[in-house]
């Protein structure tokens, strides 16, 4: 097995981020009597970490705090899990700001470790989120790499010794205590806390900093708890500064949807219906709903049609809240693609171009038509949704193209005439129908074709 670990070090300031830039200079700040900075923007790298809040009031007065908020990235967590199933089949969490893949299966998927790496990091990237990621055979052991900062890739047992020795014994999970007396003992890295006697090292601090050695190194089994993905798909973000724009709103969006598109890519789904709900300063909340003919999970198309939709939703106020949820998923079918232009892809640009004029103008704005089964030709057909699978017609000889008033013909020589003499192709076709509804027709209809090909 080989193990990623996925490591955001900035997630803290990053949920409120990724949908934006502040208007004003972000701190993330602790709660408390005296909160201190935890995490802060480009802008206001002036107050950094540790420094107390009201100090860097003091140093920059037009900073925006906000409160560390660790459920919210918990929620963010797991839904990076669920976009991760696209890489992976076994993603685990790692809290408070870790994700664990087991990627060693899927390296041939992706082309090899560092073309998986890469992808993984830009598509994060994407996402709006700083990664830092490490490779080795352990989960324990990449956790303990990417925390530290060692970006490093270890595929075998001895590499992995020669990068967790150089690690400092802060990686370690204990308590200030046991910090404290490795500290008096002069122990800075693991390879010297290796080096103890395993005996006294249990009696000293306990077998359970044994045992995390053990299963960095690989010597025990770290058996790890797989994300288990919920059946639909929602995830929210909060916006760094309350806006009306709907570029600004499209960002955000855009950033949810490639979210979404990983989850699909993991279930081979595409979503049907996509809901977006804003929510507004003084929480009105108004909807924004895409409907698909066919499911897709391309995030360009999707958000285009997104930007259709809202460019015609009018907007409560403000926006500083969005969710985004994929009311209805289904199974992609496999494709065979054509190296040259076929039906099937006029089919799929035809379908491209109703979903935009659907987005625009509307869902009832653009309807399918289907077969009834009418003997009355004006009667036999319905309005239903875009994309019903339409049954065969009957065979029959009719026109698709009816007069609202039948023409009288005109007659030469004893014999019809329309633009040219008269040939008699087919019928009649006697239709008496519809008695029962008020609408009854006794009818005779016949083909018939002029001298210059046309057919009536």
């Known amino acids: 097995m080989l193990w990623l670990c996925l490591n955001f070090p900035r997630l803290p300031i990053e949920i409120f981020l990724r949908a934006g830039v ?117 989960p324990r052991g990449a956790y303990w790499l990417a925390h530290a900062g060692l970006a490093a890739s270890a595929e075998d047992h ?17 308590d200030a205590n046991t910090f404290k007396s490795l500290e008096r003992m002069g122990i800075r890295t693991i390879r010297e806390l290796a080096r103890l006697p395993r005996d006294a090292l249990a009696r000293r601090f306990g077998q359970r900093l044994l045992d995390q050695l053990d299963r960095a190194f690989g010597n025990l089994p770290d058996p790890q708890s797989p994300f288990s993905p919920p059946t639909r798909f929602s995830a929210s973000l909060t ?4 806006v009306h724009e709907v570029e600004a709103l499209l960002f955000a969006a855009h950033r949810l949807i490639l979210q ?17 709900r804003l929510e507004s300063e003084d929480t009105k909340t108004v909807d924004a709903i895409v409907a698909l003919s066919v499911p897709s999970r391309d995030p360009k198309h999707l958000t285009n049609l997104l930007r259709e939709r809202l460019s ?39 379908t491209t171009l109703v979903e935009k004029l659907r987005a625009r103008l509307g869902d009832d704005a653009v309807r399918g ?27 029959l000889s009719r026109p698709v193209w009816l007069l609202q008033r039948p ?19 087919d019928g009649p076709e006697r239709i008496e129908f519809g008695w029962w509804d008020g609408l009854d027709v006794m009818r005779d209809y016949f083909i018939v074709r002029n001298t210059g090909g046309a057919t009536f």
């Open 158 to 174: 001895a590499t992995l010794q020669h990068h967790l020795n150089r690690l400092p014994v802060a990686c370690i999970d204990a």
């Open 312 to 350: 015609v939703t009018a907007l409560p106020g403000r926006i500083e809240a969005i969710t985004l949820e994929a009311k209805d998923i289904a199974q992609l079918a496999p494709r065979n693609f054509s190296f040259f232009p076929d039906a099937a892809h006029t089919r799929e640009e035809r």
């Open 22 to 138: 502040s208007r004003n200079p972000l701190v993330v700040s602790s709660g408390g009597n005296r909160p201190l900075i935890i995490a802060c923007d480009e802008r206001a790298q002036q107050a950094g970490s540790g420094m107390a809040l009201s100090a860097a009031y003091a140093l920059l007065p037009d900073i925006v705090a906000r409160t560390r908020d660790p459920a919210t990235e918990q929620r963010c967590l797991e839904e990076i899990a669920l976009w991760a199933l696209q890489f992976t089949s076994q993603v685990s969490l790692f809290p408070p700001a870790s994700l664990l893949l087991e990627v060693g299966g899927s390296l041939r998927l992706f082309g090899g470790l560092e073309a998986l790496r890469n992808r993984i990091s830009e598509s994060a990237g994407q996402l709006g989120f700083d990664t830092l990621s490490a490779v080795t055979p352990t």
């Open 407 to 425: 023409r009288q013909l005109n007659l030469h020589d004893g014999r019809p005439w329309l633009d040219g003499r008269l040939r008699l192709l």
């Open 239 to 242: 916006l760094p500064s309350p």
């Open 369 to 395: 038509l289907s077969l009834f089964p009418d003997a009355r030709p004006e009667l036999a057909w319905r309005e239903t949704e875009h994309g019903t699978r339409v049954q065969p017609a009957p065979a």
């Open 260 to 276: 979404m598109t990983g989850y699909l890519y993991a279930s081979n789904a595409g979503v049907m219906r996509l809901k977006l």
